[in-house]
């Protein structure tokens, strides 16, 4: 936006004294006032119009200072400036459900570095499908593991006692998704997390044998609104089931809890 100097214009309304004794050249005689009433007028106008428009800047520069300001001074109590993404969950089984998840969608991106073919070229479909049901059945086969994750005990969901059988909901959390998990030992296992006849709210260790059951969803290209079941990547779910074999406290400074275990949206399913 390019704004006329006010004062610039203004000169033009007043016209500059003429010499004394200067002769009247011949087109200024030949003027008539009504040709000097419009170029007043229309000089006028030019100065108004750049007028508003050095208004209107001014007061843009005035809402961009007040939001620099802002930003600047309140950004991180909700202000502009967005909070950074929490950083990716590594790739490591031995962490939890999330890390295994992680360590898939890593061996998905190494097999298939390309986007999934499009559907209308039917027979490249096909053949793509067939090699994600050929990665899932390795993944089966290779993520078979003894792990020990650290978890919290889901206080939403009481634990159940079945003759010797006690069984309950584990909750696991891996960034900033969380994984329930029910899970069934015995009672003498159980009682190792009870103190004082109640079931601790503080970390456990779960050790269990975990086997992934990674599947092929040809109607599932993406995760949807709701990702009831978590994702590899387009068209290949995430399931697992896990054998619990024993449970133990955890020291508070090893664990990864929720921190708000009771929370329903967003967790991942129970396998």
């Known amino acids: 936006m390019r704004i006329a100097p006010i004062a610039a214009v203004a000169a033009l309304l007043t016209p500059a004294p003429a010499p004394a004794g200067a002769p009247i050249a011949p087109q200024a005689a030949d003027q008539s006032a009504a040709d000097l009433r419009q170029e007043i007028d229309r000089l006028r ?6 007028q508003a428009e050095l208004d209107a ?12 300001a802002a930003a600047a001074s309140g950004g991180a109590r909700g202000g502009e400036i967005p909070a950074p993404p929490p950083p990716p969950v590594p790739a490591d089984p031995s962490i939890g459900p999330g ?28 053949q793509h499908v067939q090699a994600l049901r050929a990665f899932a059945t390795r993944a089966n086969r290779d993520y ?17 006692v079945n003759g010797r059988q006690v069984g309950f909901t584990v909750i696991f959390k891996n960034g900033v998704r969380e994984f329930r998990v029910p899970a069934t030992v015995s009672q003498g296992t159980f ?36 990702e009831s079941i978590p994702m590899v990547a387009p ?6 089931d896990l054998d619990v074999k024993s449970v133990a406290p955890a020291p508070p400074a090893d664990a990864t809890v929720p921190a708000n275990p009771g929370a329903p949206a967003g967790s991942a399913p129970v396998p």
């Open 57 to 68: 800047a001014q007061a843009r520069i005035k809402e961009l200072e007040a939001k620099l």
């Open 144 to 160: 078979v593991r003894q792990v020990t994750w650290t978890g919290q005990l889901d206080p939403t969901i009481p634990v159940r």
């Open 235 to 240: 068209y290949v779910e995430f399931l697992y």
């Open 45 to 50: 106008r030019q100065l108004a119009d750049s």
């Open 99 to 126: 890390g295994l998840l992680a360590s898939l969608q890593a061996d998905y991106l190494a097999a298939f570095p390309d986007d999934p073919p499009s559907r209308s070229s039917q027979r490249l479909f096909d």
């Open 191 to 226: 009682e190792r997390i009870v103190a004082n006849g109640q079931p601790t709210q503080g970390p456990i260790a779960v050790t269990a044998v975990v086997t992934p059951r990674v599947r092929v969803n040809a109607d599932r290209p993406d995760r949807g609104a709701f």
